[in-house]
């Protein structure tokens, strides 16, 4: 009988204590949440002989925990001089990405985009012949890279660090190439 009493006590201290624990907990709130929302972008600058200007804006949604994404606009500039003359590239393009962070501070980021290109060659030497006009074309990019997160105040706020590759890059090529590149930006939950 003891034993019937003492399991009878047990079981409703069990069903007490869950339906304690169940009431602490607030049922998740679904659809759009404003302060999910960042601001942010990839901002470069590079000056000598190869010189680069790239302000690159995103807008994203911070899902959950682990996944982001969002899209973004880009504008780049390219110059250099290859010996013979200097090379001058513009870039116009629309972007969207994907990031994973498997931990808060660190992500693995996909993004797909379309970038516009133009430019121009001018021979160092007038001898060498007229400024030359590139074609125009819209080239695909497909960029894989990883990086981290310094928090910065509170939410989604951080600034950004990250090293990318062109998966569909060609040999010295705008708008990326066939290297990796290093990129920071800063993001400003909104």
Not at 64 to 91: F, L
Not at 133 to 149: C, M
């Amino acid at each position: 009988m003891k034993l019937l009493k003492l399991a009878t006590l047990c079981l409703l201290c069990i069903c007490v204590s869950s339906a304690v624990h169940a009431q602490d907990e607030p049922a998740p709130e679904k659809g759009f949440d404003k302060n999910k929302l960042f601001f942010g972008g990839n901002f470069g600058l590079s000056f000598g002989d190869y010189t680069i200007v790239n302000i690159s804006p995103q807008l994203g949604y911070r899902f959950n925990r682990y996944i982001a994404a969002g899209v973004g606009i880009n504008g780049q500039y390219y110059s250099y001089n290859d010996g013979y003359g200097k090379n001058q590239y513009g870039i116009a393009g629309l972007n969207v990405f994907g990031r994973v962070y498997p931990i808060p501070q660190l992500f693995a980021q996909l993004q797909p985009e379309a970038n516009y290109t133009w430019g121009k060659y001018i021979p160092n030497n007038a001898a060498d012949g007229p400024t030359q006009t590139k074609d125009s074309e819209v080239r695909p990019a497909l960029l894989i890279g990883a990086g981290g997160v310094i928090p910065i105040g509170a939410g989604s706020s951080g600034i950004i660090l990250m090293v990318q590759y062109d998966l569909l890059g060609e040999r010295d090529m705008p708008p990326y190439g066939n290297k990796p590149f290093f990129s920071f930006g800063i993001n400003l939950g909104l």
